[in-house]
């Protein structure tokens, strides 16, 4: 808790939201990120939008099939000899969270389910893999599952801005800026004798990713990283 209040007063910026994070409650004696989260964080009426084809589902859309809320998580298209093309959907029941496979005929229709796109603040995640959001507009705190930002959990940092859908209160997804700024921590040396420089070399970035940089990088530099393929795009601007 002393760690906390210490790293509030660092930065007064904070301190208008203290009263969430320090005030009494119940809390975990094991987890580094102190919480205090309102069970209904985020409230919206959902649209069931039109029906679409099987052709037309994507993953990340949400979909409804005999009475089941489902988000797409993967979709395979197939075609088995003169029979009709079918698809092969991995969904996630979004009330019990379990995984199931289901077919569907490229010309079936489901109902899509339109969810809610929200933009939130990271504050901290705990030894748990919870992630601490904040409402920058209401100061509501929303806890979620690490592993709704995928591989991209890593790339979270202190007061970053991230966009998490929702359906009925419940996160589906979460994403963090497509360009996210990363110092890196090591660097493949210059290699002596070698007449010409290699174009790019190895280097790793204080989230742990491995990813090709410039000859000229070394590390301590910040490098901005592109995070849909953790690609580099460029060196940081000082």
Same mark, same amino acid.
């Given at each position: 808790m002393q760690a906390v209040a210490a790293k509030l007063t660092r930065r007064p910026h904070l301190l208008a939201r203290a009263w969430l994070t320090l005030s009494p409650s119940p809390l975990s004696t094991?987890?580094?990120?102190?919480?205090?989260?309102?069970?209904?964080?985020? =409230?919206?009426?959902? *649209?069931?939008? #039109?029906? $679409?084809?099987?052709?037309?589902?994507?993953?990340?859309?949400?979909?409804?099939?005999?009475?089941?809320?489902?988000?797409?998580?993967?979709?395979?298209? =197939?075609?088995?000899? *003169?029979?009709? #093309?079918? $698809?092969?959907?991995?969904l996630r029941d979004v009330d019990s969270g379990n995984k199931t496979s289901q077919r569907l005929g490229t010309g079936e229709t489901v109902d899509r389910v339109f969810v809610v796109s929200k933009s939130y603040v990271y504050m901290c995640t705990d030894r748990d893999g919870k992630v601490l959001l904040m409402d920058p507009e209401t100061l509501d705190q929303l806890e979620v599952n690490e592993d709704v930002f995928g591989k991209n959990a890593k790339y979270l940092q202190e007061e970053m801005k991230v966009r998490v859908e929702l359906f009925n209160g419940t996160p589906l997804s979460a994403s963090v800026p497509k360009h996210v700024t990363c110092t890196v921590k090591e660097a493949q040396p210059h290699m002596k004798g070698i007449a010409a420089t290699p174009k790019d070399k190895i280097a790793v970035i204080e989230n742990g990713f491995t990813i090709k940089v410039p000859a000229h990088i070394i590390s301590g530099d910040s490098v901005v990283i592109d995070t849909e393929d953790d690609s580099y795009v460029r060196r940081a601007k000082v």
């Open positions: 094991t987890n580094t990120c102190l919480t205090r989260t309102s069970p209904h964080p985020w =409230s919206a009426t959902q *649209r069931r939008g #039109a029906r $679409i084809q099987g052709a037309d589902v994507r993953p990340g859309n949400v979909i409804q099939k005999k009475d089941r809320i489902y988000q797409v998580i993967k979709v395979d298209h =197939s075609h088995e000899g *003169r029979g009709k #093309a079918n $698809i092969k959907l991995e």
